[in-house]
């Protein structure tokens, strides 16, 4: 996503969104089913966080 952004508003994807992208991509590309937490870039890793937390309880 870095390197080849979308352009116009109507194609951005949410912040976090764009942040797991980047992470979904690159174990798809190299077939990994996991990753070592602490080589998660922190704000990947804060998106991820936000987005598996359940809100409210």
Known sequence: MRA???S???RR???DAN???ELWAR????RTTS???NDVDPDT???LNRWSTVQGT
Request: charged letters at 5%.
């Open 35 to 37: 990753v070592v937490i």
């Open 19 to 21: 942040a797991m992208a």
């Open 27 to 30: 174990m798809l590309v190299t």
């Open 4 to 6: 080849h952004p979308p």
């Open 45 to 47: 890793l804060a998106a």
């Open 8 to 10: 116009g508003m109507e």
């Open 13 to 15: 994807l949410h912040v």
